[in-house]
């Protein structure tokens, strides 16, 4: 059993700029996929991926971290989440914004080409080559 895709026109008109961030829900319980993360207040919880609208901080759409599939790493991780969260508002002029753990040259042009736009920070140490275009109209 999957997770059900939201219907956002049903309850809720977001706006043109939508975030996307995670959350760490605190617990200390016994499951499999709680997470470690050392720089948030409670450093033991379930992770949680959301999509929300930036004016009113109304959330979206959200997706549990549920740990490694099988044996292999989860490879594009950020790049899957940003995808999947974002699914629902391709093709609306939408702008997202997200920080750097999400940002890539890949998430930048799989959400052109699905008619969303992007703002992000990077980290000094990721390497990023950028070609810029002198064009009018550059093509992604």
């Given amino acids: 059993m999957g997770i059900r895709k939201p219907k956002p026109e049903k309850f809720y008109l977001p706006g043109e700029n939508l975030t996307i961030d995670e959350q760490l829900v605190p617990f200390r319980g016994r499951v499999s996929f709680k997470q470690y993360l050392p720089s948030k207040p409670d450093k033991y919880g379930m992770r949680i991926w959301w999509i929300c609208d930036s004016k009113t901080s109304y959330p979206l759409f959200g997706i549990p971290y549920l740990g490694k599939e099988g044996q292999n790493r989860a490879e594009k991780l950020a790049y899957n989440v940003v995808n999947q969260l974002c699914e629902p508002y391709f093709r609306s002029n939408r702008n997202v914004t997200f920080d750097n753990y999400f940002t890539s040259i890949d998430v930048a042009k799989s959400l052109a080409q699905n008619g969303l736009t992007i703002?992000?920070?990077?980290?000094?140490?990721?390497?990023?080559?950028?070609?810029?275009?002198?064009?009018?109209?550059?093509?992604?």
């Fill in 119 to 140: 703002v992000g920070t990077l980290r000094k140490t990721r390497r990023v080559y950028l070609k810029f275009s002198t064009q009018e109209n550059p093509r992604y």
